[in-house]
Each structure stands twice: as C-alpha cells, then as structure tokens.
C-alpha cells in the first residue's frame, strides 16, 4: 500500500492566509513543505481518505489524479475535511468522464450532515434517496464502529475518535496486502477502548498517522499536541505495536506553536516520529 498525504494542516490551513504571527510568516518565506493545505489522503489510488476543500489543488499540484478514486472514507463532517460540492462537481451533470462511482463511507451522523447540507444548498431533495445517489454517482455507506468491513481490496475498521460527538467522527484502520494503516485525525486523546481495540485484533502498524493540531510546548486540548505524539509514539512502540520499520507520521498541523517544517521535523525527530508534508507518499 502506498499513502499519499494530499494535506497535512488544520481547519485554518498553514500558513493562515490572514495571519502574520512569526510561524505564519515563516512559512510563507520557506514555502515547500512548510506550506500546508487541509487534511486529506490518498491510499494508492483509488481509495480517499476526507473530500477536503483542497484536494482539487493536492491532485493537481502533486500529481496525483483523482480518476481512480472509487472509495471514500469520510473521518466526520467538518468543513476542514468535507466539501459536498465535490459530489456535485465530480458528477456526470458536470461533464466529468469515466469517474467510477464513488462508494462513500461514513458514520450516519456525518452522512446525515452531508445529505442536510446538500439538500440546504445544492441538490432538490435528500442524498439518502437513490435516484439521488445515481445522478451524483455515488453511494452511501453507513459505517459501524468497531466491525470490520471490506472496501473494494482493503478491510477497515473504524474506531470513534475523541472529537465533536455531534458528527460521530471516527478514525481508520486500514489493511491490504499485508500491510496496515492507521488514520488518526481528528482527536483528543485516544480513549483506552482504542488500545484495547489494537490489541484485540493483533494489529502490527506500517504507518501511524497522528493529529499534531498543536506544536510542542502546547498544552494540547481539543485535539492532539507534539507532546503526545511523542508519547504515543513510544507508546506503540512499547506495546510492539508498530511492525518492522514502522513508522509514526504526524499531520492536521496548525500554526499554534508549530514551527515551520525544518524545524518542527527536527523536534519530531528527536521525540520518535515524523511530520507529514503535503506531497509526501510513504
Ligand atoms: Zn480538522
Ligand atoms: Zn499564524
Ligand atoms: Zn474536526
């Protein structure tokens, strides 16, 4: 499997187009990797993780073309990683050729936000209708937490994320070919039921992605901070968590008190993991 980070930042993106505070500014001034857009991924190519507002441009800008995207997992409904035009403009309504239909999963509190924003805005009456599903070419998936289930070539198991119950969030684990990812963002502190759930099902991760919503020195609070990214990191690879060379990447990165790449990718290095770029295929 391959993972194709298409954003590493936050809701307010990195740099914050508005802001002028010294992370901002620097960034601006380093450009590459300093330069973050909203979370998304791409797994191989044809599975999605999040249809961010910015993988349009992550597509186009590294070279990574949507065409073959035929699954969806949305980890929750916020407008940092759900844009529901994408469904419009991705449809045939719009000319596109030859997208497959595209199989969309996420918890029925997340669908539910989708279908009510589409139905506010943009589209005559409810996504859960079929005919509706069929115009847009997409079909609807409601997810079960904690059961595994089979996407296409992958199994996934969705864990329920520490983050605005009002969307059931959730986060995801992936399998295929004897490899295995976790997608880790958007959440506080992992619940102890998570760890349980690794270990029951015998996990051994290739890549861990992490929230790192705050850099280090940040108390942390409503998401994941540097300081417990790294104790995560020794946590996983205490409990023998990671498989051989595995590896723990950190992404959703906002300017409070993370510093531009350079340097941010120095302190995750000497605290036992990695900062996710945008572009960065692992
Ligand atoms: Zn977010
Ligand atoms: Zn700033
Ligand atoms: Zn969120």
């Given amino acids: 499997m391959q993972l194709t980070f298409l954003g590493t930042a936050a809701a307010n993106a990195y740099p914050e187009a508005f802001c002028s505070c ?22 191989n190519d044809d599975l999605l993780i999040d249809l961010g507002p910015d993988v349009h441009t992550a597509a186009a800008l590294h070279g990574r073309p949507l065409t073959n995207v035929r699954y969806c997992l949305q980890t929750h409904a916020h407008a940092d990683h759900l844009d529901p035009s994408h ?9 596109v050729v030859g997208a497959p239909q595209l199989q969309l999963y996420g918890s029925p509190a997340t669908l539910g936000r989708l279908a009510e924003t589409l139905a506010r805005d943009l589209i005559p009456g409810s996504l859960f209708d ?29 864990i329920p ?17 004897g490899h295995c990812i976790f997608y880790g963002t958007d959440t506080a502190a992992l619940p102890e039921s998570a760890w349980q759930t690794f270990h029951a099902h ?68 000497a605290h036992g993991y990695e900062i996710a770029y945008d572009g960065l295929c692992v």
Wanted: aromatic share 6%; charged share 15%; proline share 10%.
């Fill in 87 to 95: 469904l419009l403009s991705r449809s045939p309504a719009y000319g």
């Fill in 130 to 158: 079929p005919a509706a599903q069929e115009q847009l070419n997409v079909e609807l998936h409601p997810v079960t937490p904690l059961a595994p289930f089979a996407v296409g070539p992958y199994t996934v198991l969705a």
């Fill in 22 to 43: 010294a992370n901002c500014e620097q960034a601006r001034a380093l450009g590459g990797p300093s330069l973050r857009k909203r979370s998304a991924a791409l797994v």
């Fill in 202 to 269: 015998r996990l051994h991760f290739n890549v861990v992605v992490l929230d790192h919503t705050y850099g280090p020195g940040h108390p942390g609070d409503d998401h994941l901070s540097a300081r417990d990214v790294a104790a995560y990191a020794a946590r996983l690879r205490a409990a023998k968590l990671l498989a051989d060379g595995g590896r723990v990447l950190a992404t959703h990165i906002a300017h409070d008190a993370n510093p531009p790449h350079p340097e941010l990718a120095a302190y995750a290095a």
């Fill in 161 to 177: 994320a520490n983050h605005d119950p009002s969307v059931e969030p959730l986060l995801y684990i992936i399998q295929a070919d």
